[in-house]
């Protein structure tokens, strides 16, 4: 099972919006309405962002929205600040299987 | 509060063995659902192993199947992973998650992780 597709940086200046794209296939991504987002900061452990393609958990800003559309799911960060500058994972199951698959990472930038 | 605590990395020769151990607390651990997920240096994210509540249900990663073996105690509040036969691939910060709900959600806490090199 190859890991999810995201590009591997995107950058924006404060207040701005962008959008992390995660592609997978017909066996993870586009089967399921679980994919996940986290964000890590350098030494840091993940922190879960986006749950279930579109909810936020508790405590976590609404600036952050998830969405997906076939295969493809996105993690849009509105009103960029500079706390938002970290490494973004997208995450999906995978049915029994291989059960989880991993996005391949994208650093973002505030400029 | 949540709290997930990996301790027993180190160093450790190839083809060697190594113990993990993930000590939780804050939350009613025999009720959920578990997970270890690797990163190797400088790279991302790999999901390695997930145990259900009441260890029914295991799954691996194909890069660890065979080698390594995950458990939990649930009367200690403790989540284990043995991993044998050590490949310098291997080698990465192991972090411990709990699943947010049943298997296939996400990863909603997650320990500070433990550092497993293996070199010789």
């Known amino acids: 099972q190859s890991a999810l597709t995201q590009s591997a940086s995107v950058s924006g200046s404060p207040g701005q919006s962008i959008t992390i794209s995660c592609t997978g296939t017909s066996s993870d991504v586009g089967s399921y309405n679980l994919v996940s987002w986290y964000q890590q900061h350098p030494g840091k452990a993940p922190k879960l962002m986006i749950y279930e393609g579109t909810k936020r958990p508790s405590g976590v800003s609404n600036r952050f929205s998830g969405s997906k559309s076939g295969n493809t799911a996105s993690l849009t960060i509105s009103g960029l600040q500079a706390e938002d500058e970290a490494d973004y994972y997208c995450c999906s199951y995978a049915g029994t299987g291989t059960f989880y698959v991993f996005g391949t990472g994208t650093k973002v930038t505030v400029l | 509060e949540v709290q997930l605590v990996e301790s027993g990395g180190g160093l450790v020769q190839p083809g060697g063995s190594l113990r993990l151990s993930c000590a939780a607390s804050g939350f009613t651990f025999s009720t959920y659902s578990m997970n270890w997920v690797r990163q190797a240096p400088g790279k991302g994210l790999e999901w390695v192993s997930y145990i259900s509540s009441s260890s029914n249900t295991i799954y691996y990663a194909d890069s660890v199947k065979g080698r390594f073996t995950i458990s939990r105690d649930n009367a200690k509040n403790s989540l284990y992973l043995q991993m044998n036969s050590l490949r310098a691939e291997d080698t990465a910060v192991y972090y411990c998650?709990?699943?947010?709900?049943?298997?296939?959600?996400?990863?909603?806490?997650w320990g500070q992780g433990s550092l497993v090199t293996v070199s010789s």
């Open positions: 998650a709990r699943a947010r709900a049943a298997a296939g959600s996400s990863f909603d806490y």
